[in-house]
């Protein structure tokens, strides 16, 4: 399994950024699907997570109502949308998911196939 996570960058405060994770060897659609970030100094963290029939998602408090998921079967992507961003969003933003991953997890040791990452930076 491959992801590619992609969309990082600088944003203002307020604003808006969409994340992308592309995924080679596995369809989307048969595994859970994560979001995870991980700030300077601090552990990675739970952004969201997406069901393999793309109708259930599950997001941490602090994004909640600003963050979705959402998934493209034909393209095999994954994206977060973000919206709202504050400061306290700045992280490299990771998705992340396992073969076989067929039940809702939220711990990063769950989830064995990590993409690179993608830094986004909110200024305030």
């Known amino acids: 399994v491959q992801l590619q996570a992609s969309g990082g960058g600088l944003v203002q405060a307020g604003g808006s950024l969409r994340l992308s994770c592309a995924a080679s060897?596995?369809?989307?659609?048969?595994?859970?699907m994560g979001w995870f970030r991980q700030a300077p100094g601090k552990e990675r963290e739970f952004v969201g997570r997406?069901?393999?029939?793309?109708?259930?998602?599950y997001y941490a408090d602090s994004v909640q109502g600003r963050f979705s998921i959402s998934r493209d079967n034909a393209k095999n992507t994954m994206y977060l949308q973000m919206n709202s961003l504050k400061p306290e969003d700045t992280a490299v933003y990771y998705c992340a998911t396992r073969s076989g991953l067929l039940v809702p997890r939220t711990t990063p040791a769950d989830f064995g196939s990590w993409g690179q990452g993608t830094l986004v930076t909110v200024s305030s």
């Open positions: 060897g596995l369809a989307l659609s048969t595994v859970y």
């Open positions: 997406i069901s393999p029939s793309g109708r259930g998602t």
